[in-house]
């Protein structure tokens, strides 16, 4: 059997209010932007840009229309960092305040922040004039010889493996899903016009998203047994930025309207909630 694709979240609706409390085993969602479903309609946190599209409420309704019951909290906070998840976000308290003894769930994303995402597509799209066919943003962060993002995301796993250790110290008896990054550039490495880098940094990016991803699943796997790592890169190939906004489930430097930049859509967001409800019911039983 494969896994599923966005179909079994996609067809429930995202405008659909979920509420933060109710019956049944607790279920905790924790993370940054692409767990808060950033840039959506049905926004339910304007601090935390937090919305009903996100993946963890698309999972929330998956479970109030077909069970188990889950009492649904969900802290996911845009902008946050693994920092966030111990010392808090804005007026938000920390992330790790929401898990208890009695978590039966969690759902995790982070990291993203810690590399800088968000400074590194800017600095990426700045320098892409400088030499249009060329890898300006790859000779950037790598002109003293290391480089300077992969050093950032070896520090992240750091920090995540941390992360992971307190959420099990925490909630002891739940199943802990860490979910990774969609492809947002072409698998291939190919450029395209819409987006605004030179020709040789889509590879590098794309290579960049792809070690990120490598170490949230290594830290999935050394956490043992109850925390598993769910792909969301390899079903999202062929819907990154670069794709027709038909096609696309990331969205370009221009996105579409209720949507944000380099940030899964709804379809987006949908399949991250499929490849994380493949895991959770994996062995197919309920968590």
């Not at 946190?45 to 009903?52: F, G, L, P, Y």
């Amino acid at each position: 059997m494969s896994a599923p694709s966005a179909t079994p979240v996609s067809a429930v609706s995202a405008g659909t209010s979920v509420a933060s409390s109710g019956g049944g085993s607790p279920y905790v969602a924790l993370g940054d932007s692409y767990a808060s479903g950033a840039g959506l309609a049905g926004v339910k946190d304007t601090e935390c840009d937090r919305t009903n599209g996100s993946y963890p409420s698309l999972i929330a309704k998956f479970f109030a229309a077909v069970g188990p019951r889950h009492a649904f909290k969900d802290v996911t906070c845009s902008g946050a960092t693994t920092r966030d998840f111990w010392n808090g976000k804005g007026s938000k308290p920390p992330q790790i305040d929401a898990l208890t003894a009695d978590t039966r769930l969690v759902t995790l994303t982070l990291g993203g922040n810690d590399v800088g995402f968000s400074s590194v597509l800017a600095t990426c799209a700045r320098l892409a004039s400088s030499d249009r066919d060329g890898s300006p943003c790859e000779r950037y962060f790598t002109a003293d010889g290391k480089d300077v993002l992969e050093e950032r995301v070896a520090t992240m796993e750091g920090r995540v493996h941390d992360v992971l250790a307190d959420i099990r110290r925490r909630s002891p008896r739940a199943k802990v899903i860490v979910v990774g990054y969609p492809a947002l550039f072409p698998d291939d490495g190919v450029a395209c016009p819409e987006v605004p880098f030179a020709k040789g940094d889509f590879a590098y990016l794309r290579d960049t998203t792809k070690k990120a991803n490598q170490a949230l699943a290594r830290q999935a796997v050394a956490a043992g047994t109850g925390t598993s790592f769910a792909d969301t890169y390899t079903p999202t190939i062929g819907h990154d930025m670069c794709r027709p906004r038909d096609e696309r489930w990331i969205e370009s430097l221009s996105p579409a309207a209720n949507t944000m930049a380099a940030h899964p859509n709804i379809l987006g967001q949908s399949a991250m909630a499929a490849s994380a409800l493949w895991q959770i019911y994996k062995p197919f039983h309920r968590p």
